[in-house]
């Protein structure tokens, strides 16, 4: 396919001082869990796809800023740092790309747990995000920090950096001493917006006396940092000049704290959310200007460029999940993408691990060789074999690809007259459009492996005779669970899936029976159909399944729009209510025309026992063998794909 002539704007390269760049993309920084070797392969898959730049994830500039992300967390803190860093930049820059170190120290965002003492900050102020009291630098200790910044950068440069990024943005320490909220220090790094600079200043400025002229540096600052009372983008107009005259060759605008209250990274932000705020910035400054945020299409990034808003496209997650991103886009191969749906995984992931989940760790939802790149792990199958995938989710897609990547000869049977199977539902709900990402990658795989779809077919014991597969794989799906309740069997009863698969006509106001995640999309989903709708919820509280990062934002939407009842059980469903028993055990009485029921997902691996008589392989993967997310339906089938 050709590309399309509106991407051309996407790959004029750019120069600006000591870094020329092959496209207008970069690679934004993300933090991981992974160990030297794995961020070397992970970072080059990024690089070999095409990107003109990687900015590492935060690489610690010293002990007491540690942002707690495990043992492997990089850091540039000491000499012996340098020659870890080495073969991961050269790595990346053998594949075509430039690298960057992000430089960090998360001051009051560490905690006692990852430092074993107390985190320090401009001024002892409690963190939302940590639920710890920082304790307050003096000056002297802030001045050895400017010059930890400055000695890490003269290290990146040692290891073979083509520049460094300082990571002024997001709450960390740079961050907390250009904020009014954090910082109330009465020496020289406090008062006004440009005296509260004086901290990244000064690391501007020693380093640059550290590295010399002939090296990138990029600052990363919030534009607004989002934090009631906080910096505003007015502050930032202002501030942006003087970062530059202090030494600065780019900037990297982004949009906020993670204590901030405006979400920034879930699906409901809409796609390049935050371009406008570059574009402010560059109106003020004369070196290259970055955006970063939402940006998982190369057309809306061709846009932001197209308007002028930006130099330098960041991508975050788009390049998590698909490392090719950049090159698809190159090719006039949009259509492959496997886009980012902004579902927030990874960061829930990383996130956990902070907080010392020793299991958790960056992993991407529809991309299960994150982390894993460098491990070969699709591997030519040693004998090919005749495989059947009966159930046309993204499980039972996620298998056909990898089987048939690996040479197997896959035939996929599908009974609906699409692909998809319950994400086709999970996409209907508001602000869950970008689900349909994952439907639109598997459906396009499927037409360019070579494998048979059979679309509008359930797998039947004739046709198992017929083909004989060696292997078989069941990724049919849940089932719905249904409560014993009286009166579900009313024809004013429908379960949340038909709610969402059909345009059934709905009486004015609604009991949802469930408040997990389908309960209380369903509620939102019928809410903005003009309904008023009651969610009954056993549990102390809704949405318990679903990850934090989605989660304080869907709870504030719906807070505004549906009544929820917790800690509240279903008695009895009769023609013009259904009857409760509420938290102090009292029967009542909830007024409604119609009862959705959303109590839950079943597993239907009972369908494949009788299968495992038979001398053939069988595997069950997905909602069928446990109902989950798409992460665990994916996931699972990743591994079997690559086993049979
Ligand atoms: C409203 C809603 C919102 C959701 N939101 C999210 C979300 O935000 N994030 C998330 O991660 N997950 C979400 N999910 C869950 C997600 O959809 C599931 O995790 C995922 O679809 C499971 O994939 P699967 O392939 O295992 O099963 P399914 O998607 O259920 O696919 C099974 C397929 O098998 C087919 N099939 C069944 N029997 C046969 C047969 N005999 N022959 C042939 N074909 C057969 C079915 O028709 C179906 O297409 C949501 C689900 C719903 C309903
Ligand atoms: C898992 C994860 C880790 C991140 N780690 C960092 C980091 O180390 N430093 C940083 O400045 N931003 C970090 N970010 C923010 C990203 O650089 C980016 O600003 C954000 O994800 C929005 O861009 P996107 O929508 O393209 O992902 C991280 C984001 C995610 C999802
Ligand atoms: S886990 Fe979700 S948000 Fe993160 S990269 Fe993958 S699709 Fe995007």
Request: some cysteine.
């Amino acid at each position: 396919m050709m590309r399309d002539t509106k991407f051309d704007i996407l790959f004029e390269p750019l120069k600006m001082s000591n870094l020329t760049l092959k496209n207008r993309f970069f690679m934004a920084p993300i933090g991981t869990t992974f160990h030297m070797k794995q961020l070397s392969d992970f970072l080059a898959e990024r690089a070999k796809g095409d990107v003109a730049l990687i900015t590492t994830g935060e690489t610690c500039v010293h002990p007491g800023g540690r942002a707690g992300a495990g043992q492997e967390e990089p850091r540039l803190e000491t000499d012996d740092d340098i020659k870890a860093f080495s073969p991961l930049v050269k790595a990346v820059q053998n594949a075509g790309a430039k690298i960057v170190a992000q430089l960090n120290h998360a001051g009051r965002y560490s905690s006692s747990r990852a430092l074993q003492q107390q985190p320090v900050a401009p001024s002892a102020i409690a963190s939302r995000y940590t639920g710890e009291t920082p304790r307050e630098l003096s000056t002297a200790e802030t001045d050895d920090l400017v010059m930890a910044f400055a000695e890490a950068a003269l290290r990146a440069q040692k290891a073979g950096f083509d520049g460094i990024e300082i990571l002024g943005s997001s709450g960390y320490l740079i961050s907390q001493f250009l904020s009014p909220v954090t910082n109330k220090r009465d020496d020289k790094y406090g008062g006004d917006t440009l005296q509260r600079a004086t901290f990244l200043f000064s690391i501007l400025q020693e380093t640059r006396k550290k590295v010399g002229d002939d090296f990138n540096i990029c600052v990363k600052f919030d534009a607004e940092d989002s934090m009631e009372g906080g910096r505003t983008l007015k502050d930032s107009i202002l501030l942006a000049p003087h970062i530059v005259s202090a030494g600065a060759d780019r900037l990297h605008t982004w949009a906020g704290w993670h204590e901030a209250t405006r979400p920034m990274l879930p699906m409901f932000v809409k796609r390049g959310a935050f371009s406008h705020l570059a574009a402010e910035i560059k109106k003020v400054v004369d070196v290259p200007v970055s955006t970063v945020g939402r940006i998982n299409d190369p057309y809306v990034a061709a846009d932001i460029l197209a308007k002028g808003e930006a130099d330098l496209i960041g991508l975050g997650r788009a390049l998590l999940c698909d490392p090719d991103f950049v090159k698809k886009t190159s090719d006039g191969r949009t259509d492959e993408i496997r886009r980012c749906t902004a579902c927030c995984y990874c960061f829930d992931q990383i996130m956990r691990a902070i907080q010392g989940d020793k299991k958790a760790g960056l992993k991407c939802s529809i991309n299960p060789e994150l982390g894993r790149e460098g491990e070969g792990l699709i591997r030519p199958a040693e004998e090919k074999k005749n495989v059947v995938v009966v159930g046309g989710g993204p499980a039972g897609m996620e298998v056909a690809r990898t089987a048939s990547l690996r040479g197997h000869s896959v035939t996929l049977f599908e009974k609906d007259d699409k692909l998809g199977g319950l994400v086709n539902l999970a996409f209907v709900p508001p602000h869950k459009g970008e689900l349909k990402n994952v439907v639109d990658y598997y459906v396009r795989q499927m037409e360019i492996l070579p494998l048979k779809v059979r679309l509008g077919e359930s797998f039947t014991e004739e046709e198992f005779e017929r083909i004989k597969p060696d292997a078989l794989v069941f990724a049919a799906g849940a089932r719905e669970l249904l409560p014993r309740i009286p009166g579900i069997s009313a024809e004013h009863v429908f379960t949340a899936l038909e709610i969402l698969k059909d345009d059934i006509p709905v009486k004015e106001s609604v009991v949802v029976i469930g408040g997990g995640l389908i309960g209380v999309e369903t509620a939102e989903f019928l809410a903005d159909r003009g309904k008023k709708v009651t969610v009954i919820e056993m549990l102390k509280a809704v949405a318990t399944d679903v990850g934090p990062t989605i989660r304080w934002g869907l709870l504030a939407r719906l807070s505004k729009k549906i009544s929820m009842l917790t800690s509240t059980s279903v008695i009895e469903i009769k023609e013009k209510s259904v009857v409760v028993s509420d938290p102090e055990q009292n029967r009542k009485d909830i007024p409604c025309h119609t009862v959705v029921i959303a109590t839950g997902l079943s597993s239907r691996s009972d369908l494949v026992e009788p299968l495992k008589m038979r001398d053939t392989e069988v595997y069950v993967v997905g909602s069928c063998v446990k109902p989950g997310q798409i992460a665990d339906a994916v996931a699972d089938a990743f591994e079997v794909g690559c086993r049979i």
